[in-house]
């Protein structure tokens, strides 16, 4: 890449780093090596009329940091041409997943400039009850499959929703995806341990709740509102998710434990299922009604 | 042979959500099954002493929450283990399909010397649903395309070749840790005798 000055293929050069790091990881000597060269190119001042390098550079650097969390794309399917196409336009039009909640809220505010809750999670969740989710056996704990989970990802970034969807478990799984790769998770990380400590102690908890910065607490009381329409006996029932199993799903979507110790994740995960599970049982979340 | 400190095993049993895992393990160590549905909460193990080879080996069976697949557990918990266990449900074939995901991300966090090598049990369980696995095929040419890899069609609730199942994961786990033991110990490297011969090009 660094012998063509030719415009075209400089883009081009660009645009097929970013495509593959949105499949692959590099090996870890190519690792380095293109982190080096995404920091010297990420000066605007460089960038040609035609051709927005520091842009590419950023976005090459943001989407290699992801991948190296991440790891390669999943699934059996090879990328289909729409997740190739998908891939390079988002360069220019970032995806909803993977992204913090406020840039979630910039991408949406052309559509829908009224709304105060990320357009996916409303969508998604909508459509799981739609799909007759609240009375389909082990919702949320089943997982989708994988390949419909990832072409339903595709049709979502583009602002779409396809309407024969055969399986709650699609929508429902991707819904989780989306909490799960959220840039900074949804209870962010300053307040983790308030959590764990607060885990079954329902005051203190909504406490924390009520600390989060505001698009978090509405996400998050939106979430567990939502969920509260699952763990209802009736539906709890016929599902087999009471509310234990519920928090269990959903906490690591919520919640993300930064020690690498495996004694103290263990430990953790069973404080951080409390936490959910009484923010379920106890958060009013009346006040989420009609917000959208 | 009483001196000699009895083989200690870790098995990692591994699946998408909701296809056996623990029940499977129940059935292994308690013979008990229970209809409850439960999620698991993160991990925990059970241990089974087992004789392999008229050696008494002891199973340490990790079993581990499926539903977040991609939130792994961290490498500290995979290394160390000498055989993997991925689960399907074979009235579920989505959850046949993720087995590779599975074995992947196994080998990636475990990183055991010799990927290829490394000994995989698969199972496909809920037999008493569903006789055979409509899988059965496909699952068995994955599996010899996978190199060290059995294949077993069980069924946790009425215990239907569980034991044997997990008795082909005692025995290759045991055959991991035997080879594991003797590549950590290596016959020593002969040094040449004549030291301060210089070095002219390759000796070979």
């Known amino acids: 890449m660094l012998f063509y000055t030719y415009r075209e293929s400089l883009q081009k050069g660009w645009e097929l780093i970013a495509m593959c790091l949105a499949f692959f990881p590099p090996t870890s000597q190519f690792h380095s090596y293109l982190e080096t060269y995404f920091s010297k190119h990420s000066d605007s001042l ?9 842009h590419f550079s950023t976005q090459c650097q943001k989407r290699l940091d992801k991948m190296m969390q991440t790891g390669p794309k999943k699934g059996h399917r090879k990328p289909t041409l729409d997740e190739v196409e998908q891939a390079k336009k988002s360069v220019f039009y970032p995806s909803m997943f993977g992204s913090s909640l406020e840039d979630v809220l910039i991408l949406q505010n052309e559509r829908f400039p009224e709304r105060r809750l990320p357009w996916i999670q409303t969508t998604l969740s909508e459509e799981i009850l739609r799909l007759n989710g609240a009375q389909t056996e082990g919702i949320f704990r089943v997982p989708g499959d994988i390949d419909e989970v990832n072409a339903l990802k595709i049709k979502c970034d583009q602002w779409t929703l396809p309407s024969d969807c055969p399986d709650p478990h699609i929508p429902a799984s991707l819904l989780k995806l989306w909490y799960r790769e959220l840039a900074e998770p949804l209870i962010p990380a300053e307040f983790y341990e308030d ?50 199993n519920l928090a269990m799903v959903m906490a690591p979507n919520c919640l993300r434990c930064e020690s690498t110790d495996p004694k103290v994740i263990f430990e953790n995960t069973r404080k951080e299922m409390g936490f959910i599970r009484t923010l379920i049982q106890t958060l009013d979340t009346s006040f989420m009604e009609g917000i959208v | 042979m009483e001196t000699r400190k009895r083989a200690f095993l870790k098995v990692i049993i591994l699946g998408d959500s909701g296809v056996g895992k623990t029940s499977l393990m129940n059935q292994y160590v308690n013979r008990r099954f229970s ?38 557990l961290g490498v500290a918990f995979y290394r160390g283990a000498d055989c993997c266990v991925l689960v399907y449900d074979v009235t579920a074939p989505n959850t046949m399909d993720s087995l590779d995901a599975w074995r992947n ?61 997990f008795q082909t994961v005692a025995q290759k786990a045991l055959e991991q840790d035997t080879e594991l033991t003797k590549e950590a110990y290596p016959s020593p490297i002969q040094l ?13």
């Open chain 2, 35 to 72: 209809n409850e549905y439960k999620a698991t909460i993160g991990a925990d193990f059970l241990t089974r002493d087992v004789t392999v080879d008229n050696k008494l080996v002891t199973l340490q069976i990790w079993d581990t929450a499926g539903q977040e697949r991609f939130a792994s």
């Open chain 1, 195 to 244: 959590c764990i400590e607060n885990y079954a102690n329902p005051e203190p908890a909504i406490e924390v709740v009520n600390k989060l910065p505001d698009i978090n607490r509405l996400v998050l009381a939106y979430l567990i509102r939502f969920l509260q329409v699952f763990a209802a006996p009736e539906n709890a029932a016929v599902t087999k998710m009471d509310v234990n």
């Open chain 2, 105 to 165: 991300e196994f080998l990636e966090q475990a990183d055991p010397l010799h990927h290829d090598e490394f000994p995989f049990v698969v199972i496909g369980n809920k037999t008493d649903i569903q006789a055979k696995s409509e899988k059965n095929s496909v699952t068995q040419s994955w599996c010899s395309g996978k190199g060290n890899v059995s294949y077993f069609e069980t069924s946790a609730k009425n215990g239907s070749r569980v034991e044997e199942a």
């Open chain 2, 192 to 204: 040449p005798q004549d030291n301060n011969k210089s070095h002219e090009g390759c000796s070979c």
């Open chain 1, 46 to 54: 460089e960038d040609l009329p035609s051709v927005p390098i520091s």
